[in-house]
């Protein structure tokens, strides 16, 4: 039988084959702090939160063709902004990577490494758990409100959220490409539960 341990090292052996040194390290970053998040919000979810971390961004090496391509042979939709930054279709490929080559079936974990670009309203914790961990790994290249959203991570998800969010709206913006809508509905829901909480 297959242990667990046996398991991640197998996974990371692939993965260290297919994405680039950086992206190697920062796949473990986000594997690490996600578990870490899950042993704070939910215990159950912590092994389930290392595998989305490692597995979330499977496709991200992928040239943009291949993307493109594979994303049209798996009958993966398409929108206007994913056609001008395919790399926006890393998330969904990836979740399709991680069933394909690694046996990863769990659909809370593929449902987390799928929204992990976007999010989306009311995340489930393992879902705003990976959305989050994404920015607050340690080896994640500077970001802004990187300090609160650390701060905040292992405080309160909504709120990590909601920062996580602006600063990958404002990011988009400050390159100036456009935004995805399912961005701005991450952002608008996330405001609005800061409000609720008197957060904002
Ligand atoms: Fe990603
Ligand atoms: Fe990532």
Redesign the pocket.
């Known amino acids: 039988m297959t242990t667990l341990s046996e398991k991640y090292r197998t996974i990371r052996k692939g993965l260290k084959k297919s994405l680039s040194e950086a992206r190697y390290a920062h796949s473990l970053g986000v594997a690490a702090t996600a578990s870490c998040m899950a042993m704070r919000y939910d215990i159950s979810l912590v092994e389930k939160a290392y595998l989305a971390g490692l597995l ?2 499977t496709a ?1 090496c992928l040239p943009d063709g291949e993307k493109l391509r594979l994303a049209q042979e798996k009958g993966i939709p398409v929108n206007e902004f994913e056609k001008a930054s395919p790399g926006l279709l ?2 969904p490929l990836s979740a399709v990577l991680a069933e394909e080559n690694y046996g990863v079936t769990d659909p809370e974990i593929l449902s987390a490494i799928r929204l ?2 976007l999010g989306k309203p009311e995340m489930t914790t393992l879902e705003a758990i990976l959305y989050v961990a ?1 920015y607050a790994e340690p080896d994640r290249p500077d970001v802004p409100y990187f300090r609160t959203i650390r701060e905040a991570a292992f405080r309160d998800l909504d709120q990590a959220a909601y920062l996580t969010a602006k600063t990958a709206v404002d990011y988009t913006r400050k390159k100036g490409q456009g935004v995805d809508p399912r961005s701005l509905e991450t952002l608008a829901y996330y405001k609005m539960k800061m409000e609720e909480k008197g957060l904002s």
């Open positions: 979330h961004d991200k890393h998330a992990h670009t994404d």
